[in-house]
């Protein structure tokens, strides 16, 4: 059974410094993995998807790497923003067209 | 191009009742998932839809159960309600073939008193 964890469960920054997020699964034969934005009682927002066959991707001030072999993947957000706060949410896509959620990782950035 | 919508936006029900939600897949896509979500938690995959069939399942219950129409939009169904089951609902649409990236309505928030 997969399981994804992300670390930390929550954070708080000042504005202009910049920040990783963590994300672990458990099971690496997955097809690709996605970063999620959520807003407050709110839907999901994709912020970036990687393949299973790619080690990164970027958009902006996002960037997004994989490491399948030690079931890792991280979020780096450059120059944080107010508007950046939000919970971020990785995703991992297996099989059977199974998607597994982390908890999320709360973020606040304080002006 | 459309996005994935949702109605109703919320929705209070009575324990035993039964429910229905439903939702527009973003123009183009061709499958269409479920996911629940609890509050402070992650979403959890229901099932999904692929050319108006299930093929896949998550850890839930035959009274939670799913329709997708020819046009590709869908319905989740809800019988015999329980308390647990207040949740927000996620649906979400992707098109086979570009990496299944997932397109996520604004939700159903279900409250079951």
């Known amino acids: 059974k997969q399981e994804v964890t992300q670390i930390p469960a929550a954070l708080s920054v000042p504005e202009g410094e910049n920040l990783v997020l963590n994300c672990s699964f458990t099971?690496?034969?997955?097809?690709?993995l996605q970063w999620f934005r959520q807003d407050p009682g709110k839907g999901l927002t994709s912020l970036l998807l990687?393949?299973?066959?790619?080690r990164e991707q970027t958009s902006g001030r996002l960037n997004a790497s994989l490491d399948k072999s030690s079931g890792r993947s991280t979020l780096y957000i450059a120059a944080s923003q107010p508007g950046d706060s939000a919970t971020y949410l990785c995703a991992v896509s297996g099989g059977y067209q199974k998607v597994t959620f982390g908890t999320g990782t709360k973020l606040q950035v304080i002006p | 191009e459309t996005g994935v919508t949702q109605s109703p936006t919320h929705l209070i029900k009575t324990r035993g009742q039964q429910v229905t939600l439903r939702c527009s897949s973003q123009s183009g896509h061709n499958t269409v998932s479920w996911y629940q979500q609890a509050l402070g938690q992650g979403p959890q995959f229901i099932f999904q839809y692929y050319r108006e069939e299930e093929n896949g399942r998550g850890n839930f219950p035959p009274r939670f159960s799913g329709l997708q129409f020819p046009n590709y939009s869908s319905e989740l169904n809800v019988n015999a309600l329980e308390l647990d089951d207040s949740a927000l609902y996620l649906c979400a649409s992707s098109f086979v073939g570009t990496g299944e990236k997932l397109f996520f309505g604004s939700g159903t928030q279900l409250s079951v008193l």
């Open positions: 990687i393949q299973s066959s790619q």
């Open positions: 099971d690496s034969a997955i097809y690709n």
